[in-house]
């Protein structure tokens, strides 16, 4: 079985701020990092140190080429689908605030350059059992499910940043759903995760849920099986990537056959990891890291029950 992740690879320009700049305002910021990020580059990083041997399928701009190949080669991921295009890659403007809390500022780029002869061309290389990772921030996202789909492979789709596009998406096709609350109240009306799960289930009743609720932890669903599992106490620094480190560390769990609730706690450490840390990819966790944390916490007996 071959994980594809077909996603979005950006350049991260993260200023740490008191607070984050307001219409009118100008403010300075305390420091600058300039790194690889984006939900697609994140996630196939997240994989690779859970374990997995992903494939990373996405478009970056020539001027960047060095900064993405070497750090994908370094962690393991395959960069065989990666199209270098004339032109700036993807990135984004990164406010942290004294919080750890982020806004972010996204322009495509190549990200939003990946057309259907693209896609064709890499998913020829995949075949029927196959898991496909989709993010919402490249082009072509509703041609990809179609085509995965019709190749017989598993997607798992996390649907962010959210926005209409998102309603044009065939979500029928999605087998894993991974979100967060606020994009759950988007493509819901939900207030809570009881209510988000049971619309979304009445709508795809074959669909798995994944539903992470910041500092209520996160919650499964499917048609026969609810789980829930808390976070871990950690000191936050930036949650830029924690999101990502959770979808990562959850397919990968996912793939090596491990029980829904212990990859849900595996997939917490990480991202609480990585909310400790400042950047995104740079964030994330290997698994012999994350191992050794929740052996730490559990000790301590500091898990936040939901």
């Given at each position: 079985m071959k994980i594809l992740n077909f996603g979005s690879l950006n350049v991260d320009y993260i200023y740490e701020v008191e607070n984050f700049v307001l219409p009118g305002e100008t403010i300075s910021s305390n420091n600058l990092v300039i790194t690889t990020g984006g939900k697609g580059l994140n996630q196939s990083i997240a994989l690779a140190k859970a374990g997995a041997t992903p494939f990373h399928a996405g478009a970056i701009g020539s001027a960047n080429e060095d900064m993405f190949i070497g750090l994908?080669?370094?962690?393991?991921?395959?960069?065989?689908?990666?199209?270098?295009?004339?032109g700036p890659s993807g990135h984004a403007i990164i406010q942290v605030d004294k919080n750890g809390q982020n806004?972010?500022?996204?322009?495509?780029?190549?990200?939003?350059?990946i057309n259907n002869k693209f896609v064709d061309g890499v998913l020829n290389s995949f075949s029927s059992g196959d898991i496909i990772l989709l993010q919402n921030e490249i082009s072509s996202v509703e041609y990809i499910m179609e085509k995965a789909y019709k190749k017989g492979?598993?997607?798992?789709?996390?649907?962010?940043?959210?926005?209409?596009?998102?309603?044009?998406?065939?979500?029928?096709?999605?087998?894993?759903?991974?979100?967060?609350?606020?994009?759950?109240?988007?493509?819901?009306?939900?207030?809570?995760?009881?209510?988000?799960?049971?619309?979304?289930?009445?709508?795809?009743?074959?669909?798995?849920?994944?539903?992470?609720?910041?500092?209520?932890?996160?919650?499964?669903?499917?048609?026969?099986?609810?789980?829930?599992?808390?976070?871990?106490?950690?000191?936050?620094?930036?949650?830029?990537?924690?999101?990502?480190?959770f979808t990562g560390y959850f397919i990968a769990s996912a793939v090596k056959?491990?029980?829904?609730?212990?990859?849900?706690?595996?997939?917490?450490?990480?991202?609480?990891?990585?909310?400790?840390?400042?950047?995104?990819?740079?964030?994330?966790?290997?698994?012999?890291?994350?191992?050794?944390?929740?052996?730490?916490?559990?000790?301590?007996?500091?898990l936040k029950l939901i």
């Open positions: 994908l080669n370094m962690v393991g991921v395959n960069i065989d689908h990666i199209e270098k295009l004339p806004c972010i500022v996204l322009y495509g780029g190549a990200n939003q350059q492979m598993k997607i798992y789709f996390n649907p962010s940043p959210a926005n209409q596009k998102l309603y044009e998406y065939p979500l029928h096709y999605v087998d894993v759903l991974i979100l967060n609350e606020v994009e759950g109240e988007q493509l819901t009306g939900g207030r809570n995760a009881d209510n988000i799960t049971e619309i979304l289930l009445k709508r795809y009743p074959e669909m798995k849920i994944v539903l992470t609720l910041g500092e209520g932890g996160v919650t499964y669903a499917d048609k026969d099986r609810r789980e829930n599992h808390g976070i871990f106490d950690t000191v936050v620094v930036d949650t830029t990537a924690a999101g990502d480190t056959g491990i029980d829904i609730r212990e990859s849900l706690k595996y997939s917490s450490a990480a991202a609480a990891i990585a909310v400790s840390r400042l950047g995104a990819a740079c964030s994330i966790p290997t698994l012999q890291e994350v191992e050794e944390f929740i052996k730490h916490q559990m000790n301590k007996k500091v």
